[in-house]
């Protein structure tokens, strides 16, 4: 079973497991421009690489990972390449499900379903069922999501709830986000030389750290999941106190 990490102090010394790490899992069409292939073969390359990260990073006690699959603005790509993703991202929860639930990994999906195909939609709701009572880490699919738009849906969710203005607050706000119940990320990591957000956990991310890497997506195996987590290891996190 791939293991849990302890809760962190207030503030943090060097040397500490992140309990979350977000992934922002770039660069799989440059790996593809690079070996000559495809993008959707660079696509694929990126989910076959998924159980190799989500491993390594549980090996190292973390509890939390959440990556990120697909953003709201993704949509803009030729329709051809956001089917072709689409798929590998359905042949990879169905092919991968039953062994993570056996690893004892608990599956979550953050943003929206309703603009999935109906077969995607039935195999995400399938498998945060499957795995919804495991006790291990927590892997999170951000899959058609948006961090302005998760703002925005919190705040409607709160006014169609009749949510007086004084009783808002940010432990209330937090509720009503993807990630209720979720610790806010420690790390996020992006692979592909990109440093920048890209509209991803922005509420979440106010006190992460950050890591960004020139590797792609595809060739980020279980030894940059430990240089990564090494830097991480080696900061002092003071959450705004001395």
Not at 101 to 125: F, K, M, N, Q, Y
Not at 195 to 202: A, D, M
Request: proline share 4%.
């Amino acid at each position: 079973m791939i293991t849990s990490a302890s809760t962190p102090e207030q503030t943090q010394a060097a040397g500490a497991v992140p309990r979350h790490v977000a992934v922002i899992m770039d660069g799989n069409g440059r790996w593809a421009a690079t070996h000559g292939k495809s993008r959707s073969d660079g696509h694929r390359a990126g989910s076959e690489n998924l159980r190799r990260v989500i491993r390594a990073f549980g090996k190292r006690g973390v509890r939390y990972l959440t990556l990120y699959a697909f953003s709201t603005e993704n949509w803009d790509r030729p329709d051809d390449e956001v089917r072709a993703l689409f798929k590998i991202l359905n042949d990879v929860i169905q092919s991968e499900v039953d062994e993570l639930h056996r690893e004892g990994v608990r599956l979550r999906h953050l943003g929206r379903l309703d603009r999935l195909s109906p077969t995607l939609r039935r195999a995400i709701c399938r498998s945060i069922e499957l795995t919804k009572d495991n006790s291990g880490m927590t892997v999170c699919v951000a899959l058609d999501y948006g961090g302005r738009a998760e703002i925005v849906e919190a705040a409607r969710s709160m006014i169609a709830d009749d949510v007086k203005p004084e009783d808002v607050s940010e432990d209330l706000f937090r509720r009503y986000m993807y990630t209720n119940g979720m610790p806010d990320p420690d790390l996020i990591i992006r692979t592909s030389g990109e440093q920048r957000l890209s509209n991803f956990l922005i509420w979440q991310a106010a006190y992460a750290e950050y890591y960004f890497t020139p590797v792609y997506w595809p060739d980020f195996d279980e030894a940059e999941v430990a240089k990564a987590l090494d830097v991480y290891a080696s900061r002092h996190r003071r959450f705004g106190k001395v």
